[in-house]
């Protein structure tokens, strides 16, 4: 037995990720343990979780993998800061402290994570073949062409390759400070979002807008050739130098400063967001047909912050010149964690790969999972009100007709699911059909901005009927945006037409209007039975009770707090919001009836416990 522990830490999102004899055991990220998002620091929780998961102690392991290399990221930092010399001394002496107590001290800093019980050999990958790696090894396809784009690894930010058989090899680059992740992040930015999450916010809030700066974008800010690859002006930014993503030089050119975070949203706003979302799906398709004629390979795989870009993702899939796409789950920096696993076993130790029909991230459940004890017990503890089924038929035809009635219903079943997407583990659950369904989940439930769509999924059978999509297309990972199909649309009025930026949220445009986006898009999950039986089953017997395979999935969690992990975390959000009933396991609670409620003040101070981005 080879047991390999891969680790992604102090930078964003720190994971751990456990492969043994080449299987994807388990891979968690640390800020669903902390309930502090995008936790940067040691993955202690995670590392413990992933040993308990495989039963192993640190002693048995027989690697240990970071997914970067730490002194030639230091290298860039200390000649990005002389480059910029005095000007970037502020950003500089915040850095440092960091660095000097823990990122340049990693050996040490693993060793202490378990428990000074590891003696073997430790791994540092690099950043991007990190990326390709977590890309490539679980796909489907013996052999792919690679793209991995994100804000920035050591010195990469972007790269090119081929994955063959049990290798991948990177071929080409676009280097720091030119990075697509980072001119994306500063968009975000500037627009008042929080950089590094916040990315999700822009991409929602695109179609609202009109394009107007892309040329402006085009023309001052990124030179883009016909390959993808581009150079930034760096006039217009100060993320090299400064504690800000943009410069005053950005301010004069999009028409003054930034907006302020939790200010109203205005049109500029809207157009800086469908603008940069317009170039970034330009440089992405440019990009995917340039390492296409190099590699004259059918099948893509994707990874990096860049490859979340679910909407440029679809452009990629529907006028790229591949027959197949599959994009990490987990494409962030927590992927990385089990990008460096898979690397040690199948390019340093050159362990086979044998891909089938079928990816083997395991539907990308790979985290925590609870029994029905464990659950009656932490229920019985706070003394919740709550009936227990027998089976699961009787669980989703419960469920079912919940969810039928407009019930929006906490769905907490399994294992955890590993990456930025509640992929039917921890979910919150709503009918598609239903035109308040959006701002009710938006304002009562998630406490978010109002113009943040809702992802569907469907029974991969039916996903033809109602998106632009291939017949049996295969979207497991909701990282595919897709036209609704023109059948479901609704005739577009003379108001319809005229509605200007937020105005659009008014109008219902399909028979499936909460998951259809104001320009008819949606973010498309697909559900099979191999990958989710639970779920399959419940979205087939809502599918017999209303005829529609379509509901509304969209991640347990409110604002500015991770994902649920364990049950005590899906009780205390249930009771924090207007969730109707909560699904734990076999055991189903109705809000009406529990004894223990909460007002607005007890879920201000709970609010406030958080930071609101």
């Not at 987990?330 to 040690?344: E, I, K, P, R, S």
């Not at 009562?444 to 469907?458: D, G, L, N, W, Y």
């Not at 999935?553 to 207007?578: G, H, K, Q, Y």
Request: a neutral charge; one cysteine or more; charged letters at 25%.
């Amino acid at each position: 037995m080879t047991a390999i522990l891969g680790l992604s830490a102090y930078y964003h999102d720190s994971a751990a990720a456990l492969v043994v004899d080449g299987e994807i055991v388990a891979a968690a990220q640390e800020e669903r343990f902390t309930r502090r998002k995008h936790d940067y620091r040691f993955p202690q929780h995670a590392v413990d979780y992933c040993l308990a998961e495989a039963r192993l102690a640190p002693e048995q392991l027989d690697y240990v993998a970071f997914y970067d290399k730490p002194l030639a990221k230091f290298e860039r930092l200390l000649e990005t800061y002389l480059a910029f010399a005095p000007l970037g001394f502020r950003s500089f002496r915040k850095a440092m402290p960091l660095w000097l107590s823990q990122k340049l001290h990693l050996p040490r800093e693993m060793k202490r994570g378990l428990a000074g019980r590891y003696a073997g050999p430790l791994v540092f990958t690099d950043h991007h073949e990190s990326h390709a790696a977590s890309a490539f090894f679980p796909s489907p396809f013996d052999e792919a062409a690679i793209i991995t784009f994100d804000g920035v690894g050591e010195w990469s930010t972007t790269c090119l390759g081929v994955g063959r058989g049990n290798r991948v090899t990177l071929t080409h680059e676009i280097r720091f400070p030119h990075s697509l992740g980072l001119l994306y992040s500063a968009f975000t930015y500037f627009t008042g979002f929080r950089v590094n999450s916040g990315e999700y916010k822009l991409m929602g809030l695109a179609p609202y807008g009109t394009p107007v700066y892309k040329d402006l974008i085009l023309e001052k800010l990124v030179d883009l050739k016909e390959d993808g690859s581009y150079r930034m002006d760096m006039r217009y930014f100060n993320y090299c130098q400064g504690l800000t993503m943009t410069s005053r030089a950005f301010e004069r050119l999009f028409g003054g400063p930034p907006r302020k975070p939790e200010s109203p949203v205005t049109q500029r706003e809207m157009d800086l967001a469908a603008s940069v979302q317009a170039v970034t799906e330009e440089i992405m398709l440019r990009t995917a047909r340039h390492v296409h004629r190099q590699t004259g390979l059918k099948n893509l795989v994707m990874a990096g912050g860049v490859a979340l870009n679910c909407v440029g993702n679809g452009r990629i899939l529907r006028e790229g010149p591949f027959e197949r796409l599959w994009i990490q789950p987990a494409a962030g920096d927590a992927g990385g964690a089990l990008g460096a696993a898979l690397f040690v076993w199948h390019q340093l130790l050159e362990k086979p790969r044998r891909p089938g029909g079928m990816d083997c991230q395991r539907g990308s459940f790979l985290g925590p999972a609870y029994s029905d004890d464990e659950i009656a017990e932490l229920l019985d503890r706070h003394g919740a009100v709550y009936s227990t089924c027998a089976d699961d038929d009787e669980l989703c035809d419960l469920v079912a007709g919940l969810i039928a009635d407009g019930k929006v219903v906490g769905w907490f079943q399994g294992r955890m699911e590993f990456g930025p997407r509640a992929l039917g583990a921890r979910s919150i659950l709503g009918d598609a059909r239903n035109r308040t369904m959006q701002s009710v989940m938006n304002l009562k439930i998630k406490f978010r901005e109002s113009f943040r769509p809702f992802a569907p999924i469907v029974l991969r059978e039916h996903v033809h009927e109602y998106f632009e999509m291939r017949p049996g297309e295969d979207s497991p990972y909701m990282l595919l945006v897709a036209p609704v199909a023109e059948s479901v649309r609704q005739p577009i009025g003379a108001a319809q037409q005229r509605a200007f930026g937020i105005e659009k949220l008014r109008y219902c445009r399909s028979s499936i209007p909460a998951v259809t986006h104001v320009d008819y898009s949606a973010r498309v999950q697909t559900v099979d039975r191999a990958r989710h039986p639970l779920l399959h089953k419940l979205l087939s017997r809502f599918y017999q009770r209303t005829g529609c395979p379509v509901m509304v999935n969209t991640s347990f969690n409110v604002r500015s707090e991770p994902i649920v992990c364990t049950p005590e975390d899906a009780w205390r959000c249930f009771l924090m919001t207007d969730m109707d009933a909560l699904v734990l396991g076999r055991h189903v609670l109705s809000k009406e009836s529990q004894r223990r409620r909460v007002g607005e003040e007890d879920r201000r101070r709970h609010l406030a416990a958080f930071a609101l981005d």
